[in-house]
């Protein structure tokens, strides 16, 4: 608590007993602030049926995510919100942070198997372009970081790459 803060995960909670309410929440850094809020961070994970879509602005040369303003909002209100009660108990002062700064973490998807690349990240009709990151995955990553999950899905490309592709693409 207060500035000096740790990370990453003090603690945790597994919620995967239905897939459609499976969710984790964990404790997280606050992002760097002008004071010090004496407080900490909880994060909930969740898997959403709603998918944003980046567009490019040529105005503003950037691509920026559209995602519906209630696109969690079943996962939040009747999964992660509840636990993130319990965790706080009857006690805790709760503040929703999207309310002030809308967020989001971890996002997948931009360059996915399947429509943008194969399996391994190979993009459709760019030979020698890969992808090789959250970008490849279509979805969510099971309620939870997908940081191993990418790992994974980037090492098993990897193996499959360097067996077809090196001395012929690369």
Known sequence: FGAPQGGPVIYGS???DDPRAAHTVIQASIPPMAVDPASTMLVGYGVSDS???FAYD???DDAILHWPHDGDR???DNHIGPAVHRIAGPTGML???NALFPSTWHPLGGASMGSVCDLDGR???QPGLYVLDGALLPGNAAAC???MTIAAVAERAMD???AVDVGTRI
Do not use: E
């Open 123 to 125: 993009v459709h009709d």
């Open 51 to 53: 998918r944003g879509a």
């Open 145 to 147: 970081n997908p940081s």
């Open 160 to 162: 499959n790459l360097v």
């Open 14 to 16: 597994k919620n995967w």
């Open 74 to 76: 079943v996962i939040q």
């Open 58 to 60: 040529a105005a503003r």
């Open 95 to 97: 503040l929703d942070t």
